[in-house]
């Protein structure tokens, strides 16, 4: 009973330390753009020592068009900003809504054992049987590497020792269709 009132006393110290440093964190969901970011989960840890916050339990982070999901998850802080944030499950998943007016015409969604992501930078690292899905388009490998801004994919290690997938909408090309009247005709 009295282990039960600690460990309540210890949950209630971290989610008020929490939420008492929580509201003060910036997040940035696209390069000038600043939002807000709520977490929820079964429990969670603040370490100020290493100016860490740790849920666990079938944690659920959102922010702005952003949504990460996993057993696990580390809040990094730096000078009261999300410096980075670490899931992890079976699988980790991340997914962004697509917004054509930012020039992302596709929802992306990514999922991993581990997924590190570097909000300030808008960058993913998926690492454990990673796949990333933008529209039509899925790569698969042990480790993906994601510019979300930039769209830029890195997969694989560099000694090619890790075997990488991609399936890639390919354009429907009409067989019926006539050449244009200004065609060269061999």
């Known amino acids: 009973m009295l282990n039960n009132m600690i460990r309540w006393a210890q949950l209630t110290t971290a989610s008020v330390l929490a939420m008492a440093v929580l509201p003060s ?32 339990g ?16 580390l809040v ?7 410096q980075l944030i670490t899931t992890s499950g079976t699988p980790a998943r991340f997914s962004q809504a697509a917004s054509p007016s930012t020039g992302r015409p596709d929802e992306t969604s990514a999922s991993a054992e581990k997924i590190v992501y570097y909000p300030e930078e808008n960058k993913l690292e998926l690492t454990g049987e990673a796949r990333l899905i933008q529209g039509s388009n899925v790569v698969s490998s042990p480790s993906i590497r994601y510019d979300i ?17 991609m399936q890639l909408l390919l354009p429907q090309v009409d067989v019926n ?10």
């Open 25 to 56: 964190i910036g997040f940035a969901a696209s390069a000038s753009a600043a939002g807000e970011i709520v977490i929820e989960g079964a429990s969670a840890e603040f370490d100020k020592t290493n100016n860490t916050i740790t849920y666990t």
């Open 58 to 73: 079938n944690v659920e982070a959102k922010m702005d068009s952003v949504a990460i999901n996993g057993e696990i998850l």
């Open 76 to 82: 990094n802080l730096a000078q009261d900003r999300v």
């Open 149 to 165: 801004l930039g769209g830029e994919v890195e997969a694989g290690d560099n000694s090619g020792t890790e075997r990488v997938q």
């Open 177 to 186: 269709a006539k050449p244009p009247a200004d065609a060269i005709e061999k």
